[in-house]
């Protein structure tokens, strides 16, 4: 991320106008404007990419106030911004890995969020816990257990609550944390990291389904299928086959969004299914609706949005 690009994320997040899906292929909130950028260079080892999000309007009822989350094997570090004249800081949120979507619904004003996806296998040096403990869980990143999320949380608490401020003291404070890692933790982190980029959908089409490509990236990688899934599990939070089913699940939401009119046979073979029907059964348990509702925005009624800590999905 340039720092003209850093200049572009104003005191309310208000950066670009995409529909849910963002620079990079990332996929945001849905009905929200939304876009992600590369982060600093000394925010790499820890952040994949930095979103934005406009959600400093009120909301009314209906489908006016309709937001739903998408499946993400991610953890994030989301920044939920003051709302104009309510004189508070905004506050730090941790949103663990979500296996299937959620829905929501709801009336009050709400915040323009500031969203930093953590790079798979950084949560514990990070916010000190595995991701396999924030799966599915809303939490206050000063409410984590141990001293690295409230350490954090107090660092931030400090600096002025605009976009700007906290990714300088970010990209400031977070090389500090980062020590060299004995030569195992980083054989397992360059396992961790071919193993993430061997399940992704983009390499799907070429090497079937996930419990296949799990088993042959086990064998590339001179790993045991367990070894492979236990690591993946307490770094990403979900397993090996799990990541890759949410994978291709996203992968079908940035190459059919709402509105288009995909044709759903070659869909379903670009993003490494067995046929359009695995497909849609896929996509219906992760996104409780099929495909077809999905792009014609036909989404399951939402549940009233309720605070932290909660579980997600």
């Known amino acids: 991320m340039t720092s003209d690009a850093l200049g572009r994320i104003g005191t309310h997040g208000r950066i670009g106008t995409h529909r849910h899906i963002g620079a990079h292929g990332r996929i945001g909130i849905l009905g929200t404007p939304w876009q992600a950028v590369p982060p600093l260079a000394a925010l790499a080892p820890w952040v994949t990419d930095i979103g934005a999000t406009s959600l400093d309007v009120e909301r009314g009822t209906g489908r006016d106030s309709f937001m739903g989350h998408v499946p993400d094997s991610a953890t994030k570090l989301v920044f939920r911004l003051p709302t104009e004249g309510s004189g508070g800081g905004g506050d730090w949120l941790v949103l663990g890995p979500r296996t299937r979507a959620s829905y929501f619904v709801g009336g009050k004003r709400l915040h323009g969020c500031l969203q930093l996806r953590i790079r798979p296998g950084a949560a514990r040096p990070l916010l000190g816990v595995p991701a396999r403990d924030l799966v599915g869980r809303v939490v206050p990143l000063a409410q984590l257990p141990g001293p690295a999320g409230r350490a954090l949380a107090r660092g ?12 300088r003291y970010l990209a400031e404070e977070l090389p500090r944390r980062l020590t060299p890692g004995t030569p195992a933790e980083r054989a397992r982190d360059a396992v961790l990291r071919a193993a993430v980029a061997g399940l992704s959908a983009g390499a799907a089409s070429e090497s079937g389904p996930p419990q296949a490509r799990v088993a042959e ?41 709402q509105g288009s009119t995909p044709d759903w046979a070659r869909l379903a073979g670009a993003t490494g299914y067995y046929d359009q029907s695995h497909m849609g059964a896929e996509f219906r ?24 800590d909660r579980r997600a999905g």
């Open 156 to 167: 931030l608490a400090d600096t002025e609550p605009e976009p700007a401020s906290v990714l």
């Open 217 to 257: 990236l086990a064998h590339r990688l001179a790993v045991s299928e367990r070894q492979l899934r236990n690591l993946f599990t307490d770094a990403v939070g979900v397993s090996p086959k799990h990541h890759a089913r949410i994978d291709r699940v996203r992968q079908i939401l940035l190459r059919a969004p």
């Open 285 to 308: 348990e992760l996104m409780g609706v099929a495909p077809t509702a999905y792009v014609a925005g036909r989404l399951p009624a939402g549940t009233p949005c309720h605070r932290s």
